[in-house]
């Protein structure tokens, strides 16, 4: 069974940051793609940045609300994605979701989200 368990969200400051991590834990043969959503109060889910296998270091997807101030990474080795959240800006409050698409152990396609983990960044 495979889960993704999200850490790193808190309290921040305007112009702060945080380093959120998502490991994907259980019998993964291989990850695809895995990626960020938030969702803010009264708002939509929207994605925030993905990345997916292939090039040098993956192919990185960011909305445009967050070019040059997040960074998604990945250790291929842990399992673990990261997203590194700098000059935070209020409207960044949000629950940040971790998802996942991957191939399990027994060679199934799995798509499945984590729990989340709260951002807020106070003006």
């Known amino acids: 069974q495979v889960q993704l368990v999200e850490s790193g969200g808190g309290l921040v400051q305007a112009g702060g940051s945080l380093r959120l991590s998502c490991v994907a834990s259980?019998?993964?043969?291989?990850?695809?793609?895995m990626g960020w959503h938030r969702q803010a109060p009264g708002k939509q889910r929207e994605l925030v940045a993905s990345l997916t296998d292939g090039g040098d270091g993956g192919i990185t997807n960011y909305a445009d609300s967050v070019k040059g101030r997040f960074t998604i990474s990945r250790d291929n080795a842990r399992n673990t994605l990261y997203l590194q959240m700098s000059s935070l800006k209020p409207e960044d409050t949000a629950v940040y979701y971790c998802?996942?698409?991957?191939?399990?152990?027994?060679?199934?396609?799995?798509?499945?989200w984590g729990q989340g983990t709260q951002v807020t960044v106070s003006s």
């Open positions: 998802v996942a698409n991957l191939l399990s152990s027994a060679l199934q396609p799995w798509n499945g």
């Open positions: 259980g019998s993964i043969a291989r990850i695809f793609t």
